[in-house]
Nanobody
């Protein structure tokens, strides 16, 4: 099982980025996908999730600005990030829980938002 995150980069405040998380080795459509972010020295934070059925959740700080989606035909999940703020700067990871006690992490993609 492998998750490959991509799409990070440097963007000015107010700009947009779309992150992708490509999965392999699993029946992608059966699993919820989560997006986390981590700032150096801080705990990893759950940002958004999308269930196998398409139900989405967001942390309050990104509601109205971020949108999580999935394309099961492409085995890929996305995190569309609009109106980015400097405080969104972090390494973003995608995650899937295969079963209790077993979760897979993507390698992380760096998002830097300049003021």
């Amino acid at each position: 099982v492998q998750l490959q995150a991509s799409g990070g980069g440097l963007v000015q405040a107010g700009g947009s980025l779309r992150l992708s998380c490509a999965a392999s080795g699993i029946t992608f459509r059966l699993y919820a996908i989560r997006w986390y972010r981590q700032v150096l020295g801080k705990q990893r934070e759950l940002v958004a999730s999308i269930s196998s059925g398409g139900t989405t959740t967001y942390v309050d700080s990104v509601k109205g600005r971020f949108t999580v989606s999935r394309d099961n035909a492409k085995n890929t999940a996305y995190l569309q990030m609009n109106s980015l703020k400097p405080e969104d700067t972090a390494v973003y990871y995608c995650n899937v829980v295969i079963r209790v006690g077993v979760q897979i992490w993507g390698q992380g993609t760096l998002v830097t938002v300049s003021s």
